[in-house]
């Protein structure tokens, strides 16, 4: 029987982080992935390592919304890919709430373009 050389789908420290500030902005790094409110971390918590890294990996899936909805009108497809994609900003927005870093496949890795 072969196994399989993937990891399972699980939230696993990619960046290793301050403990105290995981601990002390877990909240506000949550904040990343609901919507426009993604923009009060990216600006209001600019010593924490933990909230930037998770708000410029929000600012990532909010612009994929907003240019998702040029494609979830279509049935099926664009149905499918917003399902995608509101399901990895739910898991993402758990994992910041847990203390934890998940990135998101094919977009989370664009986060390091952002130099804010």
Not at 34 to 41: N, Q, T
Not at 100 to 105: A, D, L, M, N
């Amino acid at each position: 029987m072969e196994t399989s050389s993937h990891p399972p789908l699980e939230a696993h420290p990619v960046l290793q982080f301050d403990p105290k500030d995981v601990a002390d902005n877990k909240a506000v790094a949550a904040l990343s992935y609901l919507w426009i409110l993604v923009f009060i971390p990216l600006f209001l918590k600019k010593d924490s390592k933990y909230a930037q890294e998770h708000a410029k990996q929000g600012l990532i899936m909010f612009i994929a919304f907003i240019v998702g909805w040029l494609v979830f009108w279509i049935p099926v497809i664009g149905w499918l890919l917003w399902l995608v994609l509101a399901i990895a900003d739910l898991y993402a927005l758990v994992c910041a709430i847990q203390g934890k870093f998940w990135e998101v496949p094919l977009l989370g890795a664009l986060r390091n373009k952002f130099n804010l």
